[in-house]
């Protein structure tokens, strides 16, 4: 197994009476593939949440690359490195798709006044290296799509959104990439194509970590190299899709099957 990455140590997010993460100790190493797998309310989302700091935990310890980042402000995490996507689409559709890109890098960009009124030229060439690197991206994706690029977001398809908003975490250049149901709302044959994009651009790109939710499991079999299945907050099963889905907790959590 390589470096750890990202560390969870005794993490706990409670609301009220509802603890939606209880205890979890979880380690995502880097260069991996990681499935984070789960029934609907086991604390999947929640986690991505506390990683990125929308949620504060109630307790416990994130490590990222050996630094804490359990306090840390969204913009620091974003900072370190790990962006993310959301099972509901975040893209603001009457924007053109460049917009909404540059939306998730702005922080990478300098928006001072002085800078943009004295400094034309470098505002220029910050403009010019944003459209040459999101143009790069889309066209790794879909080749159709940098011309797309200044059009309104909501002429694309449904799968054409979802590669914009992996390409807007991506533009960053992130060393973890956490994705929240990339295949919701798309049909089995646009999944399956979606999936082959991200590996593609995986492949082509400064190696990254990834860690996805999802529910299909056939994409969790494709493409993970581990697992670790989630229930009422807690991990109750970590391995190998082959491994998870032969676990009697996993089928009884997850599957809805009962044990013999």
Do not use: W
Request: aromatic residues 8%.
């Amino acid at each position: 197994m390589s470096t750890p990455l990202l560390v969870s140590q005794n993490l706990t997010m409670r609301f009220g009476g509802l603890t939606a993460l209880d205890a979890l100790d979880l380690t995502v190493y880097e260069g991996e593939v990681l499935g984070l797998l789960g029934p609907n309310g086991s604390g999947k989302t929640t986690f991505f949440n506390v990683v990125t700091s929308l949620y504060t935990a109630s307790s416990g310890q994130i490590m990222l690359a050996g630094q804490d980042i359990s306090h840390k402000s969204p913009q620091e995490v974003y900072f370190q490195g790990v962006t993310r996507t959301f099972q509901r689409s975040r893209l603001s559709l009457p924007l053109t798709v460049f917009d909404n890109m540059v939306i998730g890098n702005y922080q990478h960009l300098n928006l001072g006044l002085g800078f943009n009124l004295f400094q034309r030229k470098r505002l220029r060439q910050q403009y010019d290296e944003m459209v040459d690197k999101a143009h790069t991206l889309l066209q790794t994706f879909n080749p159709g799509l940098p011309q797309k690029l200044f059009q309104p977001t909501a002429t694309l398809t449904m799968i054409d959104r979802r590669r914009v908003e992996i390409c807007r975490a991506l533009l960053s250049s992130p060393r973890l990439l956490l994705l929240d149901e990339p295949s919701a709302g798309m049909t089995h044959d646009e999944t399956n194509e979606l999936m082959d994009d991200i590996m593609q651009v995986r492949g082509l790109l400064k190696p990254f970590t990834i860690v996805i939710i999802e529910h299909e499991m056939n994409v969790i079999q494709r493409i993970t190299e581990r697992c670790i299945v989630l229930n009422f907050g807690q991990k109750i099963a970590e391995g190998s899709y082959e491994e998870i889905v032969a676990d009697p907790q996993v089928q009884i959590a997850y599957l809805g099957q009962e044990q013999e």
